[in-house]
């Protein structure tokens, strides 16, 4: 009689976390290139429109979704980089957990140095 598995896959390390903030990240950049096709496409429709949607980009709380969307492309583009790695180097399935943590390193001081200039265009400081 076989034994029954008592473990699981997803054992919660870096490696299954980075692999599901990739997804969602990526999910979530196509939906904001989406929009963004669809609402400059409409300045050929109807210039006021365009004009109205533009500027309600223009407010607090879409200021600060932009620092969502930088946070998701900065962290899908570096982990991205930390995948290519990890597939392409020889040493790179060995070092994955280093190399995760490197990406994090990079990709906290990208928001370090986006995140007060982003606040300050937002709120006029």
Same mark, same amino acid.
């Given at each position: 009689?076989? !034994?029954?598995?008592?473990g699981t896959l997803y054992r919660g390390n870096e490696g299954m976390w980075s692999w599901v903030?990739?997804?969602?990240?990526?999910?979530?950049?196509?939906?904001?290139?989406?929009?963004?096709?669809?609402?400059?496409?409409?300045?050929?429709?109807?210039?006021?429109?365009?004009?109205?949607?533009?500027?309600?980009?223009?407010?607090?709380?879409?200021?600060?979704?932009?620092?969502?969307?930088?946070?998701?492309?900065?962290?899908?583009?570096?982990?991205?980089?930390?995948?290519?790695?990890?597939?392409?180097? !020889?040493?790179?399935?060995?070092?994955?957990?280093?190399?995760?943590?490197?990406?994090?390193?990079?990709?906290?001081?990208?928001?370090?140095?986006?995140?007060?200039?982003?606040?300050?265009?937002?709120?006029?400081?």
């Amino acid at each position: 009689m076989a !034994k029954a598995s008592t473990g699981t896959l997803y054992r919660g390390n870096e490696g299954m976390w980075s692999w599901v903030a990739h997804r969602v990240t990526g999910v979530a950049i196509f939906f904001f290139l989406l929009v963004h096709v669809l609402d400059t496409a409409l300045v050929r429709v109807s210039p006021e429109a365009y004009n109205a949607v533009i500027a309600s980009y223009k407010t607090p709380l879409m200021g600060i979704g932009e620092i969502g969307l930088v946070a998701a492309i900065a962290y899908h583009a570096f982990n991205g980089l930390r995948v290519v790695a990890v597939d392409f180097w !020889k040493g790179g399935p060995k070092n994955q957990r280093k190399l995760f943590w490197g990406a994090m390193i990079v990709w906290l001081v990208v928001m370090i140095g986006f995140v007060p200039r982003q606040l300050m265009h937002i709120f006029g400081g």
